[in-house]
Antibody, heavy 118, light 110 residues
Framework: EVQLVESGGGLVQPGGSLRLSCAAS????????MSWVRQAPGKGLEWVAS????????QYVDSVKGRFTISRDNAKSSLYLQMNSLRAEDTAVYYC???????????WGQGTLVTVSS | QSVLTQPPSASGTPGQRVTISCSGS????????VYWYQQLPGTAPKLLIY???QRPSGVPDRFSGSKSGTSASLAISGLRSEDEADYYC???????????FGTGTKVTVL
């Protein structure tokens, strides 16, 4: 069974940093692109970033470019999101999702809440 | 700001058919596949339709997707109470070089 478990969320002050992790199991992690998708409280879904199987290609939504860094450790079957210079508008539940290419984001974690507030 | 436009709400009685539209442009829906996700209250999104009209295993055939030009639609036939959820379309956008979601549609079963 595919499992994705996010961790690392919490309360952080504006301008601060946070690192999210996503532990994957039940599939060959190194064979899949992986993504982060977020959802602000009461709002819709927003794609944040994606990373290729070997980490050689990364994609970001414009609003996080230069502040967030997506990475992965295939030996540990783990996905990460380093978030710097956090802003109030980054407050959201962050989901880790397995990208199966043309078959879509077919598995999602339960999400981890990031709150940016003073 | 979402690039794909959906109606904010849709509703129907049990057994009825409900259709949700998703309007985009030539850089997203017009040139790439459309995906649909269902988000039940308080839970993570779930893939409902991929590649415009394909259903993952386990998704009932009451759910169907279609695409024409720069628009797509999700139809739910034989509406059931457990279909009450938020529904989002998504696609790759060539101009933005990124994935984009629709604004989301809340489906209510009356």
């Amino acid at each position: 069974e595919v499992q994705l478990v996010e961790s690392g969320g919490g309360l952080v002050q504006p301008g601060g940093s946070l690192r999210l992790s996503c532990a994957a199991s039940g599939f060959t992690f190194s064979s899949h692109w992986m993504s982060w998708v977020r959802q602000a409280p009461g709002k819709g879904l927003e794609w944040v970033a994606s990373i290729k199987q070997d980490g050689s290609e990364k994609q970001y939504v414009d609003s996080v470019k230069g502040r967030f860094t997506i990475s992965r450790d295939n030996a540990k079957s783990s996905l990460y999101l380093q978030m710097n210079s956090l802003r109030a508008e980054d407050t959201a539940v962050y989901y880790c999702a397995r990208d199966s290419g043309s078959s879509g984001w077919d598995n999602w974690g339960q999400g981890t809440l990031v709150t940016v507030s003073s | 700001q979402s690039v794909l436009t959906q109606p904010p709400s849709a509703s129907g009685t049990p057994g009825q058919r409900v259709t949700i539209s998703c309007s985009g442009s030539s850089s997203n829906i017009g040139s790439n596949s459309v995906y649909w996700y269902q988000q039940l209250p308080g839970t993570a999104p779930k893939l409902l339709i991929y590649r415009n009209n394909q259903r993952p295993s386990g998704v009932p055939d009451r759910f169907s997707g279609s695409k024409s030009g720069t628009s797509a639609s999700l139809a739910i036939s034989g509406l059931r109470s457990e279909d009450e959820a938020d529904y989002y379309c998504a696609a790759w956008d060539d101009s933005l070089s990124g994935h984009v979601f629709g604004t989301g549609t809340k489906v209510t079963v009356l």
